[in-house]
């Protein structure tokens, strides 16, 4: 009999020790989550890595990053800009070696002149991986800009059949690269081609996206942007020669 009790303690304690308590677990998931932006503030890469699964991969809004080293790159692109994020979780759940967690989730980044906010609502998925949770996958949904009025540019173009817009097109991507670099990501131009037969004066335009007046006006007036402007090359200059320019809001 006394072994017998014995044998049900031992059984009792073991199963104790094994039993996860689910508070814990849930806290721990989501000091992962909090880690993993603490190192992003910083810029700190080893870090973010060491709170990522190997086949971490995160998707947003315009973005499709299969791999951390993409998401890392991206980062890296905002180095010099202060961020802070604010991390309002709403629900995390704990299942097994995997967990789930919904994120309202705000980040203002400040680059020079530039002030950015980005609001989204993002799914995580959890991996506990030797002990220890880590992020395995990002889906983030990007609500509307609240500053975003659609400001817009339109240069409507009329070029020549016989004239390639290779040229042009590499100006643009020279524009937008300075643009993303004073922390503008989501600003920029884009060339287009005007439906066959639909007008018979243009047959091209490019399109300026710049959210609002405001960061219309620090982007055109950045040395980085009127530099490029003021050296076009003379067969891209053409193009313009005979353009329609409008600014547009609510497009």
Known sequence: MKK????VFLMATITACQTVDPALEQTAVETTLHDFYAAMEDFNYDAMRDLCTQDFSLYETGFDHTDLDGFVESVKSMEGATINFDIDIEKTEVSGNMAFSVVHFSADILNGEANM??????????????NKWLLHYCHSTHLPDKNNTN?????LLKVA???SVEGLQDALSKFNQVIAEMGF??????????VQGSNDTYNYFIKGNWKNQQT??????????KKISDNLPEEVSKFFKNQVYLKISDL
């Open 161 to 163: 059949e016989d004239l």
């Open 216 to 225: 219309y006006d620090i982007i055109h007036e950045s040395e980085a942007w």
């Open 4 to 7: 017998i009790i014995l044998f």
């Open 151 to 155: 400001f817009a540019s339109l240069h």
């Open 185 to 194: 990501w989501d600003c920029g131009y884009t060339l287009m081609q005007v």
């Open 117 to 130: 906010n980005v609001e989204a609502y993002e799914n995580y998925v959890f991996k506990k991986t030797d």
